[in-house]
């Protein structure tokens, strides 16, 4: 079966970059949409960021456009999620998704498109 697995969480300071990465096992890579979405304990689940299968489409939340950068390695099958200028409103357990599409030049950001999730990694931006 597809697992999905997250890393890279930790502990900053506001200001200062994170780098998660979350590697997708049990399937094939290329065939996926990957996306990144946070929850918080105020929030509900949210969206962040989604690239396509052939990387040449990407999409980001507002709250996260010019700080965070999404991209896939495929021959690591792996996708990665840059973040830049932590705030501390980017506390949250972040997690990766799988969605299994024909559609090479589309990404998505409703959650309920994906087939696959992963546990999610904590990220916690506190002075």
């Known amino acids: 079966q597809v697992q999905l697995v997250e890393s890279g969480g930790g502990l900053v300071q506001p200001g200062a970059s994170l780098r998660l990465s979350c590697v997708v096992s049990?399937?094939?890579?290329?065939?996926?949409?990957m996306g990144w979405f946070r929850q918080s304990p105020e929030k509900e689940r949210e969206f962040v960021g989604s690239?396509?299968?052939?990387?040449?489409?990407?999409g980001y939340a507002e709250s996260v456009k010019g700080r965070f950068a999404i991209s896939r390695d495929d021959a690591k099958n792996t996708v990665y999620l840059q973040m830049n200028s932590l705030k501390p409103e980017d506390t949250a357990v972040y997690y990766c998704?799988?969605?299994?599409?024909?559609?090479?030049?589309?990404?998505?950001?409703?959650?309920?498109?994906?087939?696959?999730w992963g546990q999610g990694t904590q990220v916690t931006v506190s002075s």
């Open positions: 998704a799988a969605y299994e599409t024909v559609t090479i030049n589309y990404y998505a950001r409703r959650g309920s498109e994906y087939d696959y």
């Open positions: 690239i396509s299968r052939n990387g040449e489409k990407i």
């Open positions: 049990g399937g094939t890579f290329s065939s996926f949409v």
